[in-house]
């Protein structure tokens, strides 16, 4: 479940370069890039040929900027030829060169100062330059993201003194590079609470250490967050009866992704489950406890989710033995019941433990019940027995 809960999350997380950029092709104000400033109050509406060229010479194809982030095209000054021998200097080709200017033209309007700062950062995490050439390739908005170096460097000692690996660092600065532009203090005090809070929910410090690491590695977005809202969510939690034991086994379970919620999206959820499953606060807090989606996943989604499993036959009695069925979308379980029905297996007579489960999880399951599908009814090679 985390997996998928990474994912939507990534999906979420907004751009940190030129995210104003993305809607328009040509707006009228800039986007806030730390590494250079502005001269100009009013844009030329000719292209800058010398821009152009030097683009042309490094085999970029301008009409992908046009199309996409013309705008560029149009600024007064920019770095072509200083970007691309800062890519070269760290080993990469010309057609990653060309690649990564065409998919980030936002890059030669940087100050080149300002990305060999980033780059010296990026190494001082990566294993190799080749590693580091491999994610300018496929992250380069993230590494084209230079505001503020210094603060960004704190970032990342405070992470190595906490115990987290580089490679967990480089991948925060290729997916979650927002969580750098927050001042370090505040990424202190975030860490400083979920240290507190689970401490104060009877944990151990070695057990709260694991977790923290694994908190973040899992969900580093969880920094985005401040310091009450946090402190928010556990006080909701404790106010609907879930014990200290029970909040710990839910961050657990969600590491972390419990907090990307407020009491009122929470309170919604368990409303909508307790009045679908007809059942008491106690039996309730039984099924959050078996599936924390319960509270993660939004109302619609839950209704989509429920409405699906019961136009395919299957009962609320059925959901409620199971609830982590819910974790599935509408057309996995489609998906899935069908592969079922194939066999003969019919999902809505029995139970849903074979439709449940990660794909890996559901696949082996099925090729169980194939298999077992397949077996003869009688053992050929042992012996009849015949009356005589």
Not at 58 to 85: H, P
Not at 140 to 169: A, H, M
Not at 340 to 353: E, F, P, T
Request: net charge positive.
């Amino acid at each position: 479940m985390s997996g998928m809960l990474w994912k939507l999350l990534l999906r979420s997380q907004p751009c940190r370069l030129c995210s104003s950029r993305k809607m328009l092709p040509a707006p009228k104000h800039r986007p806030f890039l730390a590494g250079f400033t502005y001269t100009t109050n009013h844009r030329p509406n000719k292209e800058n040929q010398r821009t152009v060229e030097k683009l042309h010479q490094f085999s970029v194809d301008i009409r992908k900027i046009r199309r996409l982030k013309g705008w560029v095209l149009l600024e007064d000054e920019t770095y072509v030829e200083e970007i691309a021998n800062i890519l070269q200097q760290v080993g990469a080709s010309e057609t990653a060169v060309a690649s990564i200017l065409e998919r980030c033209p936002e890059a030669i309007v940087c100050s080149p100062t300002a990305v060999n700062s980033q780059r010296e950062l990026w190494q001082s995490v990566c294993k190799s330059e080749e590693e580091l050439v491999k994610l300018i390739e496929q992250f380069p908005e993230s590494f084209f993201t230079v505001q503020d170096p210094e603060n960004r460097k704190r970032n990342v000692q405070f992470f190595q003194e906490l115990g987290l690996k580089n490679v967990v660092i480089s991948r925060f600065l290729t997916t979650a590079p927002s969580i750098f532009n927050n001042p370090v203090e505040k990424n202190k005090q975030v860490i400083r609470i979920l240290q507190e809070s689970y401490l104060n929910l009877g944990s151990s410090e070695t057990n709260m250490k694991v977790w923290l690491l694994k908190l973040l590695s899992q969900n580093p977005f969880i920094l985005l967050n401040s310091p009450a809202a946090i402190k928010e969510t556990l006080e909701f939690l404790q106010e609907q009866g879930f014990t200290d034991s029970e909040i710990l086994q839910l961050l657990s379970k969600l590491k972390g992704f419990l907090f990307q919620l407020g009491p009122k999206s929470i309170q919604n959820s368990i409303s909508f489950s307790k009045d679908a499953f007809k059942c008491t606060d106690h039996d309730l807090k039984q099924l959050v406890l078996k599936c924390p989606a319960l509270l993660y996943y939004s109302v619609p989604i839950l209704e989509e989710r429920m409405q699906g499993l019961l136009k395919e036959g299957i009962s609320i009695a059925q959901i409620r033995e199971t609830p982590m069925v819910l974790e599935l979308t509408p057309q996995i379980v489609q998906y899935r019941i069908r592969k079922l029905n194939s066999l003969g297996y019919r999902v809505k007579d029995g139970h849903l433990a074979s439709l449940n489960g990660t794909k890996k999880e559901f696949e082996a399951n099925f090729g169980k019940i194939q298999a077992k599908k397949g077996r003869p009814l009688f053992n050929p090679v042992a012996p009849l027995h015949v009356d005589e």
